[in-house]
């Protein structure tokens, strides 16, 4: 059987390389990871695609639809947040962050992970379409 190679200058397929995202995309990208942490619920909301898909360590797991804005993990916003060993990569319209984050709340332990957050550019601006997060011990 013959694979199937799409037209030249076709966005998809496996020899598509990544691309460097303009500074003001990269710049919009981060402020808005930074503001997902830091900013109200409504934010977030405003900033997610419907149906996107978060997961969490243990309890919270994977969530999805309206389970997110329950979970207080993503209800509850972080009052200080700092994001190390940054990068991102973007192949089209699709985006990919990754970095270290050491984030604080009242009341709460800190919170020490690895992220990664996926976002989709549309005609309204990037939305987030997954997020995780992965305890850094």
């Known amino acids: 059987m013959k694979p199937v190679t799409p037209p030249a200058g076709s966005p998809k ?3 598509r390389k990544p691309e460097s995202p303009s500074p003001r995309d ?5 402020d808005m ?3 997902f942490w ?3 619920a409504d934010s977030a909301r405003q900033m997610t695609a419907s149906g996107a898909i978060f997961v969490f360590p243990y309890p919270a797991g994977i969530l999805r639809g309206d ?6 993990d993503v209800a509850q916003r972080w009052r ?13 319209d699709v985006a990919v962050l990754a970095y270290r984050v050491s984030a604080e709340r009242g009341g709460d332990p800190s919170c020490e992970a690895l992220c ?13 379409l997954t997020h995780q997060q992965t305890p850094a011990l």
């Not at 700092?82 to 973007?90: A, C, D, P």
């Open 13 to 15: 397929g496996p020899g």
């Open 26 to 30: 990269e710049a919009a990208l981060w």
């Open 33 to 35: 990871e930074e503001r």
């Open 38 to 40: 830091t900013g109200g």
């Open 67 to 72: 389970a997110l804005w329950r979970e207080k």
């Open 80 to 92: 200080s947040v700092v994001m190390s060993e940054r990068t991102l990569t973007r192949t089209g």
């Open 116 to 128: 990664t957050s996926t976002y989709l550019k549309d005609d309204t601006g990037w939305l987030r």
